[in-house]
C-alpha cells in the first residue's frame, strides 16, 4: 500500500513534465484528435508486477480521456506475454504517457522481482530480507514500496525515525569526544550507544554498526536495539547468534556489507534475523514490458 501519494503525485508530474514538454510533436502530427487506439501493456520476460497504482494515478492526473484498469495482481507472478493493464482511449493521450508508465513499470516491477528472488533465496531459515536507504533520489517512496511488494521490509525510512550508528559516526565521535566518557580499545562504542539513548525520544530505536567479535562483545553490555554485523565472516556471525541469544532479551541482529544472490543463504543460516541489502534498490535490473497496440 503507498500511503505518500502526495509525493508520488509530484514524481509523477515531473515525469510527465520533463518528457512531453510542450507536447508531442509526433502523434499531434500524424493523428486527428478523435483518432482512438486500444493496447495492451504486456511483459517480456518472468517477473513480479509492481507499479499497476501508480499507473493508474498517472492516467487518472494526466490521461483524463483514457480508460486505463489493470489485468492483474500487484506482486502477481508474471509470465512473458501476460497482459498486465489495459488502455483505451484517444492516440495522442495514449502516445503521450506509454514511455513515461513503462519507465514506471520498468523500475518498480524491477525491484520488487530482485527482492522476491531474495526472499526465495532464505526461504525457511526465518531471515527478514531488509532494504537500505540507497535509493534514486526522488523514487524513495516507491523503491520502498517495491521492496514490500516482492516481500521484503524496509529498514528505517530516513535518517529521523532510527539512530544508526555507523563506522563514520564512530571514527568522527572518536573515544575522545567531547562529552564522551573514553574508554581503551572498542569499549567507547558502549558510550555512544549511552548518548545515543539519552538524546532520542523514547519508541526510537538505536543500532549500531559492528565490524568485529571484539566490538560486538564490547557494545553488547549496552544493549543496542540493533547490532550491524557489517562484512563479518560468517563463523564470527555464528558466534555473534550464539551469545546474544544467551541474553533474556537478545538484539535483533542484522548483516550486511557486499551480500549477493550467491551467499545470502548461507548468511541467513548463520541464524542472523535481518539482511539488508543495497542492491534490491540500487542495482536492480528493468523489467522489460511494452506497450502493444491491439486495435
Known sequence: MIEQWDQVDRLIDLAVEEDLGPGDVTSHTLFDPDVEVRADYVVREPAVLCGGPVLGRLFERHGRDADFHLCADEGAALSPGDCVARVHGPARGVFALERVSLNFLYRMAGVATLTRR???????????????????????????????????????????????????????????????????????????????????????????????????????????????????????????????????????????????????????????????????THSAPSVNFALEIVE
Open 118 to 280: 531474495f526472499v526465495d533465496a532464505v526461504a525457511g531459515t526465518g531471515a527478514e530480507i531488509l532494504d537500505t536507504r540507497k535509493t534514486c533520489p526522488g523514487w524513495h517512496v516507491l523503491d520502498k514500496y517495491a521492496v514490500r511488494v516482492g516481500g521484503g521490509r524496509n529498514h528505517r525510512t530516513g535518517l529521523y525515525d532510527q539512530v544508526l550508528i555507523k563506522d563514520n559516526h564512530i571514527a568522527a565521535a572518536g573515544a575522545n569526544a567531547p562529552g564522551a566518557n573514553a574508554a581503551p580499545g572498542d569499549e567507547h562504542l558502549r558510550e555512544l550507544v549511552n548518548r545515543a539513548r539519552a538524546g532520542v525520544p523514547e519508541g526510537i530505536r538505536i543500532e549500531i554498526e559492528v565490524d568485529t567479535l571484539a566490538q560486538f562483545d564490547a557494545v553488547l553490555p549496552a544493549r543496542p536495539d540493533i547490532l550491524l554485523l557489517d562484512n563479518m565472516p560468517l563463523d564470527d556471525m555464528r558466534r555473534a547468534v550464539a551469545r546474544a541469544r544467551t541474553l533474556p532479551a537478545p538484539p535483533i541482529l542484522e548483516a550486511s556489507g557486499g551480500v549477493t544472490l550467491d551467499t545470502v543463504r548461507a548468511i541467513a543460516e548463520t541464524g542472523v534475523d535481518w539482511i539488508s541489502v543495497g542492491a534490491l
